[in-house]
C-alpha cells in the first residue's frame, strides 16, 4: 500500500518568512496530492491540491510543487502570518472510485509574531 | 456553503457496547468515507463507500466496524464492541464524483470508550 512521510515533524518560523514542509509517497499509483490545514480541535480543511499532471500550482501565498519522477511534493507558504499557525498534513491518493487517502504523520507549524 | 456535518459531537460510552456515529455527507456528493485521528496522531483513511456499498477499506476497518446509508442523506460508522483503542476522532468525508478527488471532511465525532 501507500507510504507517505512527511518532514519537518515540526516547524518554528518568524512571521513574514517562508515556510516549506516536503513529503514522499511510495504507490506510484497515486496522482492526486491534497494538503490540509488543521487547527486545534477542528476538521483537516483543503488548502490547496495538485494532480500528477501538473508540476507546481499556486494559490496567493500558497503552493505546491509535485516531481512525479523522484515522488515527491512539497508545500509553500510565503509572507507567514500567526493565524497560518496549524498542523499541516499532505496526503496521496490514487484515481480510482474509491479515492482513498493516505495521510502523512503532520507538520506542526509555529509562526512567531 | 454546504458543509458534511456529524452528530453527536462528542460520545463517552463504555469497553464493549456498541456506538452509532451519524453523518451527513454534501447533498450531490456520491462518495462517502470515514476517517479517524487518534490524539495527536495523523488522519487514518476507515473505509469508502459509493453506491451503496463499501468501495475499499482499510486493514483497521475489522468485523467490529460496519457502515450504512439507511436513507438519502444519512452516512453511518457502527463499531459493534468497542475497546479502550477505539477512542479517537472519527471524521465522516464526502466528494461529488470519483474524477474530483477533494473530499470535504465533517467537523468530527470524539469518541472516549472507558
Known amino acids: 500500500g501507500e507510504n507517505v512521510e512527511q518532514h519537518p515533524s515540526t516547524l518554528s518560523v518568524q512571521e513574514g518568512d517562508s515556510a516549506v514542509i516536503k513529503c514522499t509517497y511510495s504507490d506510484s499509483a497515486s496522482n492526486y496530492f491534497p494538503w490540509y490545514k488543521q487547527e486545534l480541535g477542528k476538521r483537516p480543511q483543503l488548502i490547496i491540491d495538485i494532480r500528477s499532471n501538473v508540476g507546481e500550482k499556486k494559490d496567493q501565498r500558497i503552493a505546491v510543487t509535485l516531481n512525479k519522477t523522484a515522488k515527491h511534493f512539497s508545500l509553500h507558504i510565503t509572507e507567514t502570518q500567526p493565524e497560518d499557525s496549524a498542523v499541516y498534513f499532505c496526503a496521496a491518493s490514487p484515481n480510482t472510485n474509491a479515492g482513498k487517502s493516505t495521510f502523512g504523520d503532520g507538520t506542526t507549524l509555529t509562526v512567531k509574531p | 456553503e454546504p458543509e458534511v456535518t456529524q452528530t453527536p459531537s462528542h460520545q463517552v460510552t463504555q469497553m464493549g457496547q456498541e456506538v452509532i456515529l451519524r453523518c451527513v455527507p454534501i447533498s450531490n456528493h456520491l462518495y462517502f468515507y470515514w476517517y479517524r485521528q487518534i490524539l495527536g496522531q495523523k488522519v487514518e483513511f476507515l473505509v469508502s463507500f459509493y453506491n451503496n456499498e463499501i468501495s475499499e477499506k482499510s486493514e483497521i476497518f475489522d468485523d467490529q466496524f460496519s457502515v450504512e446509508r439507511p436513507d438519502g442523506s444519512n452516512f453511518t460508522l457502527k463499531i459493534r464492541s468497542t475497546k479502550l483503542e477505539d477512542s479517537a476522532m472519527y471524521f465522516c468525508?464526502?466528494?461529488?464524483?470519483?474524477?474530483?478527488?477533494?473530499?470535504?471532511f465533517g467537523p468530527g465525532t470524539r469518541l472516549l470508550v472507558l
Open positions: 468525508a464526502s466528494s461529488e464524483n470519483h474524477d474530483q478527488e477533494t473530499q470535504y
